[in-house]
Protein backbone atom coordinates (compact mmCIF):
# COMPACT_ATOMS: atom_id res chain seq x y z
CA UNK A 1 0.00 0.00 0.00
CA UNK A 2 2.30 2.39 0.87
CA UNK A 3 4.70 1.82 -2.23
CA UNK A 4 1.50 2.07 -4.21
CA UNK A 5 1.04 5.91 -2.63
CA UNK A 6 4.39 6.31 -3.19
CA UNK A 7 3.88 5.55 -6.76
CA UNK A 8 1.00 7.93 -7.47
CA UNK A 9 2.83 10.98 -5.59
CA UNK A 10 6.29 10.78 -7.90
CA UNK A 11 3.37 10.31 -10.86
CA UNK A 12 1.58 13.56 -10.11
CA UNK A 13 5.00 15.50 -8.67
CA UNK A 14 6.01 14.29 -12.81
CA UNK A 15 3.23 15.38 -14.03
CA UNK A 16 3.14 18.88 -12.39
CA UNK A 17 6.84 18.94 -13.63
CA UNK A 18 5.30 18.47 -16.64
CA UNK A 19 3.21 20.99 -16.71
CA UNK A 20 5.00 23.56 -15.84
CA UNK A 21 7.56 22.66 -18.22
CA UNK A 22 5.79 22.96 -21.25
CA UNK A 23 4.96 26.62 -19.85
CA UNK A 24 8.72 27.81 -20.83
CA UNK A 25 10.85 27.81 -23.21
CA UNK A 26 13.54 26.65 -21.28
CA UNK A 27 17.37 27.33 -20.73
CA UNK A 28 19.93 24.84 -20.68
CA UNK A 29 20.50 25.24 -16.88
CA UNK A 30 16.90 24.93 -16.13
CA UNK A 31 16.66 21.87 -18.13
CA UNK A 32 19.46 20.51 -15.64
CA UNK A 33 18.42 21.28 -12.59
CA UNK A 34 14.42 20.13 -13.50
CA UNK A 35 16.35 16.92 -14.47
CA UNK A 36 18.12 16.35 -11.06
CA UNK A 37 15.32 16.85 -9.19
CA UNK A 38 13.27 14.26 -11.40
CA UNK A 39 16.11 12.25 -10.62
CA UNK A 40 16.06 13.06 -6.37
CA UNK A 41 12.44 12.37 -6.78
CA UNK A 42 12.47 8.84 -8.39
CA UNK A 43 15.57 8.12 -6.35
CA UNK A 44 14.08 8.64 -2.94
CA UNK A 45 10.56 7.02 -3.78
CA UNK A 46 12.48 3.68 -4.94
CA UNK A 47 14.89 3.88 -1.48
CA UNK A 48 10.98 4.29 0.26
CA UNK A 49 9.83 1.30 -1.52
CA UNK A 50 12.88 -0.78 -0.61
Known amino acids: MLS???SIT???AFVAKG???SKFTLNHDY???VS???SSLINAVEIANS
Open 31 to 33: NIQ
Open 19 to 21: INL
Open 10 to 12: CSV
Open 4 to 6: LLN
Open 36 to 38: YEL
